[in-house]
């Protein structure tokens, strides 16, 4: 099978690493793997990863320190596989901009749908020019709603583009717009969260 694109994969848990990185392999990616930050950083450097899915609570350097390298230094986009879906890991998981956030326990088919998401909406591999105000703009309104997709998805087991359907129906039956609509489903989840902190 040829390859779909190179994927580096970052859990402390080499359990979760070895399934993880095993059904991605099976699904047709070029998987490289690594049990913690220090090492995923330095693959990532040699190997140039298409996407990165990144553990989030690791020893050493964090899976939210990996990400802020690879965005800084090699613009690879990230997403985060994680335990904890707490109101400060949301809200940091939203400033470093990842395409997406999974909630553990997961099995292989509901990471592989979410790649496979994540890959057909990748950029050109190209590095990206700085990004003018009205883009920074566009890019915090398209990290909202991909948060919101993946709550919707997370809450109710929905493959992402049902999710995605079901949050531009919840936008159309309010009059609110996309961007509006999973802002407040955003904020809804946090105060949730902050509720039961």
Do not use: C
């Not at 109101?87 to 592989?112: C, M, N, S, W």
């Not at 929905?158 to 407040?184: I, M, S, W, Y």
Request: charged share 25%.
């Amino acid at each position: 099978m040829a390859d779909k694109g190179k994927i580096l994969v970052v859990d402390d848990d080499r359990l979760v690493l070895a399934t993880v990185a095993h059904g991605l392999a099976q699904a047709g990616y070029d998987v490289i793997d690594a049990d913690n930050g220090d090492d995923a950083i330095l693959l990532a450097r040699q190997h140039k990863p298409d996407l990165a899915l990144l553990d989030i609570r690791m020893e050493g350097k964090s899976g939210f320190d990996v990400a802020a390298y690879l965005r800084e230094y090699l613009h690879t986009p990230f997403m985060f596989l994680s335990a904890f879906a707490d109101d400060e890991t949301v809200q940091q998981v939203r400033a470093l901009g990842a395409v997406a956030y999974l909630v553990k326990p997961l099995d292989i088919g509901q990471i592989v749908p979410t790649v496979e998401a994540a890959f057909a909406n990748l950029p050109s591999r190209a590095v990206p020019a700085p990004a003018r105000p009205q883009q920074a703009v566009n890019d915090a309104v398209a990290d909202t709603v991909a948060l919101a997709v993946g709550v919707l998805m997370h809450r109710y087991s929905l493959p992402r583009g049902v999710a995605f359907e079901r949050l531009q129906k919840l936008a159309a039956d309010d009059g609110r717009t996309l961007a509006d609509q999973a802002e407040r489903l955003v904020e809804a989840v946090e105060l949730l969260a902050r509720g039961q902190g």
